[in-house]
């Protein structure tokens, strides 16, 4: 399992004038949206060497320096799952759902550790919610 499946701009100084949508945004914004990106890479790069430890910590950090976030609990999640930890992750993914129940990919990953420990009901239940948050934000 690698964390690559995040998604980080290629060229994030491009996130300096505007977002994924065109929209300005302010230096303080830019300077946010690149630390986020370069904090994926680090994560990712750190997971996908099965350096889980440092990629846990540095999610922590983030964590703690920026406060709670679906986006950081959600990479936390993802780093302790590919850690084999899926106790832990399962309890950094329901914190970002928590923070926002329409978390897609939080939701999908909660259907799959729960599908692993064998209760499909639980697992059924989550992907629901994923697929209905999916057809909400898809709506005009």
């Not at 994926?40 to 983030?62: G, T």
């Not at 320096?65 to 993802?78: A, I």
């Not at 989550?126 to 898809?138: P, T």
């Amino acid at each position: 399992f690698q964390v690559d499946q995040i998604e980080v701009p290629s060229n994030p100084s491009s996130t300096q004038n505007s977002n994924n949508l065109g929209v300005r945004v302010s230096p303080s914004q830019a300077s946010q949206e690149l630390m986020r990106a370069e904090l994926l890479r680090r994560v990712s790069k750190l997971s996908n060497a099965s350096r889980h430890p440092e990629a846990i910590e540095a999610c922590k950090q983030q964590l703690q320096q920026e406060g709670p976030s679906p986006r950081g609990y959600h990479l936390l999640g993802m780093v302790l799952q590919a850690a084999g930890m899926h106790e832990e992750a399962t309890q950094a993914l329901e914190r970002a759902i928590y923070l926002d129940p329409n978390h897609e990919e939080a939701l999908l990953a909660l259907s799959l550790l729960a599908r692993r420990r064998g209760d499909k009901q639980v697992a059924d239940r989550f992907e629901q919610r994923s697929q209905r948050a999916h057809d909400r934000s898809e709506r005009p």
